[in-house]
DNA sequence: TTGTTTTATAAACACTGTTTAGTTTATCTT
DNA sequence: AAGATAAACTAAACAGTGTTTATAAAACAA
């Protein structure tokens, strides 16, 4: 009796239907431009067809905001080449502002936007996709911790000062805050301040 | 002929007047509950009537956000009572810090929200709160470095450095975030972040 | 074939920001 | 003071939004 399995495959396809179409709006529109009846219409269905597959427009954005963990940690695979802890550091921090500039609406849905994580926070429920990214940047200081590229003990600490300085920075420029240093000043000087904080760690970290 | 300039006022006590019950609704039920139809029913006005003083809602988001920069201002004036400048610039980042705590819808308006800025952007208007706030920080930066307290010499790129770290750990709590390291985890986590960015460019910025 | 469950939708509900056309009120001119 | 002009205000509509409900059609189980 292999209905329920197929049911299940189809359902499972369905809302795969759904979410790339979704992406497909997203990144060509915006999400502010990204509506269910949109969507509805990309996939030829009714608007109410997609509350069967997903129980709000949350639900749905925390599914997308997983697909964009997805290409995050493609995009972070040639990390593992990187021999030495703190130069693989520097390249993590790097590439998160690379995928901040390159993939906007993306790294909103994964780290701004509220939208996304309202769908769990009212369970004991974990932002799981967060987890596993922070403990891979956890990982990488640990390592700099025995290796001795870092001296302070404690890399969970450590870890969440170096996120909250390369997010700021992206966080930052994608709400357009940068816009006081001038259209052709701000990027090579956020460059400046990303190299002034590794400096700054490197030496006393 | 004092017309025009009694006209003038009224203009603007009706700005305030809406602005006033904009800010009363948004500081009560959260942004997100903000309607142009709230706020009318609020001052007992047609909808209608709000766009004879603004724009659209974006305009009248950003004179709201510039009401929060006041009282931002306000706020920080206790810094000035600190001597010294290094202790000045840690004071900063922890007021920066609780007003985001305290205030999480104004400083959400303030830093995290696009619609404020879309009002601008296209002109070569500057961001002039925004500029000044960042100005008073580079000032104490600046300070540092004549104390020797910094050695780094050049203010601007060491300011933004330490705004993007600040910012960084207020928006990544404000946005839910920080959630991965449990309720009662994170807010200590944030301050030992904190404590350690400021020990790490006391040694070596 | 009948009964039941699943899947899909049309239509409505209660909102949203914004515009338009028309009315009332206030000021200026003759 | 009376009529013309300009300013202030609003009812109603437009074009959207997320979401729910009742109903119909299809798929499955008995």
Redesign the interface.
């Known amino acids: 009796m292999g209905i329920t399995e197929r049911k299940e495959r189809e359902r499972e396809e369905m809302k795969k239907l759904i979410l790339t179409a979704a992406q497909k709006l997203f990144l060509d529109n915006g999400f502010e431009k990204v509506s269910i009846r949109s969507i509805a219409d990309e996939i030829e269905y009714s608007p109410a067809t997609i509350y069967l597959y997903f129980k709000d427009k949350n639900e749905l954005f925390f599914a997308l905001h997983q697909m964009a963990f997805d290409k995050l940690i493609l995009e972070f695979a040639p990390i593992a080449l990187v021999e030495e802890p703190f130069d693989k550091l520097v390249e993590m921090g790097r590439l998160y502002i690379r995928f901040a500039f390159e993939n906007p609406e993306l790294f909103d849905l994964m780290?701004?936007?509220?939208a996304p994580?309202d769908t769990?926070?009212c369970r004991e429920d974990?932002?799981e996709d967060?987890?596993r990214a922070?403990y891979v940047l956890q990982g990488v200081v640990q390592q700099c911790i025995d290796t001795g590229a870092i001296k302070?003990p404690?890399a969970?600490?450590?870890s969440?000062?170096i996120?909250?300085?390369?997010?700021?920075?992206a966080?930052?420029f994608l709400?357009?805050?940068m816009?006081?240093?001038g259209e052709e000043r701000k990027k090579p000087?956020?460059d400046?301040?990303?190299d002034?904080?590794v400096?700054?760690?490197r030496?006393?970290?």
């Not at 780290?111 to 509220?114: E, H, L, N, R, V």
Request: glycine share 4%; with cysteine; charged share 15%.
């Open positions: 780290f701004i936007m509220t994580m769990l926070e974990v932002w967060g987890h922070f302070h404690d969970e600490r450590a969440l000062m996120w909250s300085m390369v997010h700021g920075l966080a930052l709400r357009k805050r816009m006081i240093f000087l956020m400046e301040a990303f002034l904080f400096q700054c760690i030496q006393s970290l």
